[in-house]
């Protein structure tokens, strides 16, 4: 019913900074909870943060809170994640997810995945 897809990946240098967005196919998401995630090589797919569909809701992960903020456009169907003051820790594959029922920040909770983009910070 709903696909989304990332882009705005690449390589990066410490300290820099990139913003990701996340563009839906098939439905609206104006009453979708959005999520962003990460994935390291060898590592669980790891919470970064959260909107509700109105925004009145956030959650940005202690690991990253600070340098990452979520935004969302309903009306153009896109959700951003601008990553500022990157570290070579950030360097992951970036999944947005989305959800009608419910915020979480378990993988587990969301029903529809981006393939994901990847983001390697390098010195």
């Known amino acids: 019913q709903v696909q989304l897809a990332e882009s705005g990946g690449g390589l990066v240098q410490i300290g820099g900074s990139l913003r990701l967005s996340c563009a839906a196919s098939?439905?609206?998401?104006?009453?979708?909870?959005m999520g962003w995630f990460r994935q390291a090589p060898g590592k669980e797919r790891e919470f970064v943060g959260y909107?509700?569909?109105?925004?009145?809701?956030?959650s940005i992960a202690d690991s990253v809170k600070g340098r990452f903020a979520i935004s969302r456009d309903n009306a153009k169907n896109m959700v951003y994640l601008q990553m500022n003051s990157l570290k070579p820790e950030d360097t992951a594959v970036y999944y947005c997810?989305?959800?009608?029922?419910?915020?979480?920040?378990?993988?587990?909770?969301?029903?529809?995945w981006g393939q994901g983009t990847q983001v390697t910070v390098s010195s």
């Open positions: 098939g439905r609206t998401l104006s009453n979708y909870n």
């Open positions: 909107m509700s569909w109105s925004g009145s809701r956030t």
């Open positions: 997810a989305a959800d009608r029922s419910r915020l979480s920040t378990m993988p587990q909770r969301y029903d529809y």
